[in-house]
């Protein structure tokens, strides 16, 4: 068949079967009374509005107050990315699909026509579920759920082809061999500060994410205990469960943003971090109950954990054996240690930068509004957050690149 009628084809699938995990649950919950108040067409409504969520579609919320004639107007926001993984994943298993029918110069063909369709299938849910207490902008219903489901397929053709070269149909290493020497070794060095950014990043992630997980086993009975209050019952518990564990990947990115000292906001007026914390009431969601309380010990320790991943960042850039501007240096500055201490300080803040550029976006993505309430703010605290990062991370790669050559035990130091 034509490329484009396949790639259109492999996202109907994708939009299919990520609706059938959305409506499958709450179908359940509706069978079980959990909906009593509402009409099997109002249930499915709310299986569309919540399919459009998971892509990051804002719905913009007109609800009565409870005892009140007054309307509450606000927009939800806050993307579970564990959920947003699914239509990713399922993207990019189309991605492959695709790349592996088409040439790299007919690749375009099949991802314009995954991503039509996929634009039509947006459009029609945004015009289909929207409600008098809940309307979409057919826009954004329409254009949103194309990111990533975007990212999904070009990541899939990229991993199915092997390279960007092939996947654009461009030779880098032949257009590399044409630029000067000077300017091999700067994009050798700014490629390598970039990978060394993302590694520091990625690190302090997946550290607070450990910090996530015991924090969960420690207040394991706390967060049984609202299980318990709530009462939901089977169907209505694994349900719960399941918008929890959709949320998990917001919650570790919570926890970056508590362990580096920027801290998170709760709500309106409520700050949650190491060094203050003041935090109004809460809504009965069980995972809160893991929430860090009382007497943490010195605040200052949390903060070494950035620290240490920006360690791991700096020792990962010495064996890259790419520090080409501190080559240069060396030979403006005929004093040894005055290179070396420049050429640190700046790659400390150099990887720092990109540490905390990538943090201003993992915190963005992991912020949101419930719209109603005082749950109009939700999230880390965007550029203090990145900020901490930086100079924590920064902290850390220099120290780690200074210290690394005595791990290596090199050489030329023993010398």
């Known amino acids: 068949m034509p490329l484009w009628l396949q790639g259109a084809l492999e996202f109907i699938q994708c939009a299919f079967f990520s609706a059938v995990l959305v409506v499958v649950p709450l179908i359940a919950v509706w069978f079980a009374d959990g909906f009593a108040e509402r009409s099997l067409d109002s249930v499915f409504r709310m299986c569309g509005q919540v399919w459009l969520l998971i892509h990051g579609v804002p719905l913009e919320l007109n609800l009565v107050a409870p005892g009140s004639p007054a309307v509450v107007t606000g927009a939800m926001t806050l993307i579970p990315l564990g959920l947003t993984l699914i239509p990713f994943f399922l993207a990019w298993r189309s991605g492959r699909r695709i790349a ?15 991503l039509g369709a996929y634009l039509l299938v947006g459009l029609i849910t945004g015009f289909a579920v929207a409600t008098e207490e809940v309307g979409v902008n057919l826009g954004a219903a329409a254009l949103i759920p194309l990111i990533p489901a975007g990212l999904g397929v070009i990541t899939g053709a990229r991993r199915e082809a092997g390279s960007w070269g092939r996947l654009i149909g461009v030779d880098f290493a032949e257009w590399i061999a044409t630029t000067s020497q000077h300017s091999r070794w700067a994009g050798s060095y700014v490629w390598s500060v970039i990978r060394a950014g993302v590694l520091g990043y990625v690190m302090a992630f997946g550290l607070a994410a450990v910090g996530l997980t015991v924090s969960l086993a420690i207040h394991w009975l706390e967060i049984s205990n609202i299980y318990q209050q709530l009462q939901p019952g089977p169907i209505g518990g694994a349900v719960l469960t399941i918008a929890q564990l959709g949320v998990l990947p917001n919650l570790a990115l919570w926890s970056l943003a508590w362990i580096s000292g920027g801290g998170i906001t709760l709500g309106v007026g409520s700050t949650l971090g190491p060094l203050e914390t003041a935090v109004g009431p809460l809504p009965a969601v069980p995972v809160l109950g893991a929430l860090p309380a009382g007497d943490l010990g010195p605040s200052w320790v949390y903060l070494l954990v950035p620290v240490l991943a920006g360690i791991l960042a700096g020792w990962w850039f010495l064996r890259e054996g790419e520090n080409h501007f501190e080559d240069w240096l060396s030979i403006r500055l005929k004093v040894r240690w005055a290179s070396l201490a420049l050429s640190t300080v700046l790659l400390g803040l150099f990887i720092g930068a990109v540490a ?9 993505l992991a912020s949101g509004s419930l719209g109603i309430g005082r749950l109009t703010e939700l999230g880390p605290n965007l550029w203090t957050t990145a900020l901490m ?27």
């Open 100 to 114: 592996r029918a088409s040439y790299a110069d007919q690749l375009w063909q099949g991802i314009v026509g995954a």
């Open 389 to 415: 990062l930086t100079g924590e991370v920064g902290l850390g790669v220099v120290i780690g690149y200074l210290v690394a050559p005595f791990l290596e035990r090199d050489p030329v130091l023993e010398d």
């Open 356 to 364: 905390g550029l990538l943090s201003t976006l993992g915190s963005w």
